[in-house]
């Protein structure tokens, strides 16, 4: 599990704001903290700085609001799992989601917004000050480049949750920027384009081992299709990078250079993309990393730890048992996606059947007896040290090669056909035309409980997202409580989009507007 972003010290760049009454003492540099002003001068000190940008990739909680991992919550949101929980109390946040009524107050839709500003602070940071730094132009370029990518994938996470959101290029001065307005999202999607674009040329085309988990170029090639294909979609535009104009063309042929020359592939078992072995291995463009590195065991500042919450929320409750241990049960997958995929040879690697445990099984909130088989507290991916729950070692394959495939196809590449095919004949099944619809069916086969779903949604429309998630009378023989419990509707008013955060809207001093339908 040992990667670039263990290997390298984790850094907390501790700004130290003095106030005090004499000028004598103000002029005095503190000696036993990094401080911006001696920091930024070295390539370590610089490598410690982008290790602090990619760092936030992996906080799937805000101390002392909530938990919020992005599998999890986006995986709620859609109409492949529930909230779950041990009962609806301990799941009521998660419901609010799963529900589509979600107050403005929910500490998941904050711990979301205040984590995605934070990697855009820290990456303006770095862009600011990389000029200051002792190094080479080559070894400044690529880390410009990895700076433009990560802010470039908080702002999509952030624009595609919330829509409306303030656009921050650099760094604020002081108290008199501090009330930001909210940017048109197609500001935001453009500077995201932009950022990928610059961000592609200079990106390395190979990763070497000790540095897994940075980005390369196809990195930025593969963001910038699931950007396009999200944009294009809700608002039925193109991207505009600067001068360039990104359309379907422009995207399509970024992924078939991929394809062909990025020595990225399918592996040969489906289900390989999901153990330790694949982690980082060929078919996996963008993932991060997790783990029990450093071992972690405090519960006040889980973010502190390298462990995937993912895999502890979405575990079977089992206790008693040599192979899974005392998940939380959230997240419990729903019998319209078993409906869809249960004939399917990938159905048995995506979901986890009660009748497969060994052990004690306590039966939780919205129990449906289906469990997410790609991240959960399966032996494998148990942490060797530490509070067992905050060390689970399953990293989050953010785009893997059969979605570049998929993208590609839909995004109509000559090679479509060729595209869909492979993805099909790795788990045994037979070509089928390449049209739209089949294309789009198979990633709800292929990418089902990877986070991918709802977007995927999303995408296709307000009306094709209301009758996708609004479900009612949809019951599998081991689903437990009354049928309401498991009904959802959808709230068209709001297109999908979180509310922004009651707690945001307080602090602009009227500023922000709320999102429509809240």
């Given at each position: 599990m040992k990667n670039f972003i263990y290997k390298s010290a984790k850094?907390?760049?501790?700004?130290?704001?003095?106030?005090a009454c004499s000028d004598d003492f103000l002029d005095l540099k503190p000696l036993d903290k990094e401080v911006t002003t001696t920091f930024y001068k070295t390539e370590e000190q610089a490598i410690q700085a982008l290790v602090s940008v990619y760092d936030v990739l992996g906080y799937q909680e805000t101390p002392g609001v909530s938990w919020a991992p992005f599998i999890v919550m986006s995986d709620i949101l859609s109409d492949d799992a529930y909230a779950g929980g041990g009962?609806?109390?301990?799941?009521?946040?998660?419901?609010?989601?799963?529900?589509?009524?979600?107050?403005?107050?929910?500490?998941?839709?904050?711990?979301?917004?205040i984590k995605n500003y934070i990697g855009v602070y820290r990456a303006n940071t770095l862009l600011e000050k990389i000029e200051g730094v002792d190094a080479s132009a080559e070894f400044k370029k690529?880390?410009?480049?990895?700076?433009?990518?990560?802010?470039?994938?908080?702002?999509?996470?952030?624009?595609a949750y919330f829509e409306n959101i303030p656009l921050l290029t650099a760094t604020l001065s002081g108290p008199s920027e501090y009330n930001q307005p909210q940017a048109a999202p197609e500001q935001v999607y453009n500077q995201i384009a932009l950022d990928l674009t610059e961000a592609?040329?200079?990106?390395?085309?190979?990763?070497?081992?000790?540095?897994a988990g940075r980005v390369s170029k196809w990195t930025a090639q593969a963001l910038l299709a699931r950007v396009y294909l999200f944009y294009n979609g809700v608002y039925n535009k193109e991207l505009q990078a600067g001068s360039t104009t990104i359309n379907a063309g422009v995207v399509a042929g970024y992924l078939d250079d991929l394809i062909a020359n990025s020595g990225h592939d399918l592996l040969e078992n489906y289900t390989e993309n999901f153990k330790l072995s694949g982690e980082n291995g060929k078919e996996s463009v963008f993932e991060i990393s997790y783990g029990d590195t450093p071992a972690w065991w405090d519960w006040g500042?889980?973010?502190?730890?390298?462990?995937?919450?993912?895999?502890?929320?979405?575990?079977?409750?089992?206790?008693?048992?040599?192979?899974?241990?005392?998940?939380?049960?959230?997240?419990?997958?729903?019998?319209?996606?078993?409906?869809?995929?249960?004939?399917?040879?990938?159905?048995?690697?995506?979901?986890?059947?009660?009748?497969?445990?060994?052990?004690?099984?306590?039966?939780?909130?919205?129990?449906?007896?289906?469990?997410?088989?790609?991240?959960?507290s399966d032996a494998e991916h148990w942490g060797t040290d530490g509070q067992f729950e905050l060390n689970r070692t399953c990293n989050h394959r953010v785009i893997r090669f059969s979605d570049v495939l998929l993208m590609a196809a839909e995004l109509g590449s000559p090679n479509a056909q060729e595209y869909l095919d492979r993805v099909r004949a790795r788990v045994g099944l037979e070509s089928i035309p390449a049209t739209a619809e089949n294309i789009y069916k198979e990633r709800r086969l292929e990418l089902s409980l990877e986070g991918v779903r709802y977007f995927d949604l999303l995408r296709k429309g307000t009306s094709f997202a209301n009758e996708a998630l609004t479900y009612s009378g949809i019951r599998g023989p081991n689903y437990i409580g009354d049928q309401q419990v498991f009904d959802v509707e959808f709230n068209p008013a709001t297109k999908g989009f979180l509310p922004i955060p009651q707690t945001e809207i307080d602090l602009s001093g009227g500023t922000f507007v709320q999102n429509d339908g809240y």
């Open positions: 850094a907390a760049l501790l700004v130290i704001l003095f106030t009962d609806a109390n301990d799941g009521q946040d998660e419901d609010e989601l799963n529900n589509f009524n979600i107050p403005a107050t929910s500490k998941i839709v904050q711990a979301i917004w690529r880390l410009i480049a990895e700076s433009k990518f990560l802010r470039a994938y908080f702002y999509f996470e952030q624009v592609m040329a200079d990106l390395p085309t190979t990763i070497p081992a000790n540095e500042y889980v973010r502190g730890g390298e462990g995937n919450l993912s895999a502890q929320m979405q575990g079977p409750r089992v206790t008693g048992s040599d192979n899974w241990n005392r998940g939380w049960s959230f997240g419990t997958v729903s019998q319209k996606l078993v409906n869809d995929i249960q004939s399917d040879p990938r159905f048995e690697f995506t979901v986890t059947k009660q009748e497969d445990l060994d052990g004690s099984l306590s039966v939780g909130y919205q129990h449906t007896g289906y469990f997410s088989a790609k991240y959960s």
